[in-house]
């Protein structure tokens, strides 16, 4: 359990790589949550989170993570929301997580309130 970071992954049979991940989370459950980081929100651009997908996919992951290292208010909100992929029962596929919800060192869930949302 923990995180794991630059990881690679490859198929047996031949040795190519199917994909890598800046951060690779193991959970309590034995799942495995890709996570991408980028300095800035344009970093993560349709290329990477293609390959993002690619490797969920592959790892069965059932959720995956897009971070990077700018606050909310100094990237194209409509870009970031756009990151962010709901199940139909309302659980994420995939969260964004901005500099302010990486550094908060208290999130909070509150009614009505989602600490993943945006405003930090």
Not at 79 to 85: E, F, R
Request: aromatic content about 8%.
């Amino acid at each position: 359990m923990g995180m794991h970071p630059g990881m690679s992954v490859f198929k047996t049979d031949d040795g190519n790589e199917i994909g890598e991940a800046d951060l690779i989370r193991l959970t309590g459950m034995g799942e495995f949550v890709s996570i991408e980081v980028e300095r800035t929100a344009k970093g993560l651009n349709e290329n990477e989170i293609q390959k993002l997908d690619i490797l969920s996919g592959v790892l069965k992951s059932p959720w995956n993570v897009v971070a990077f290292c700018q606050y909310v208010r100094d990237a194209n909100e409509i870009s970031l929301i756009s990151l962010v992929i709901r199940k139909c029962d309302s659980t994420y596929q995939r969260i964004a997580l901005t500099y302010g919800q990486l550094l908060d060192p208290h999130p909070i869930w509150a009614l009505d309130g989602d600490p993943l949302s945006y405003g930090n």
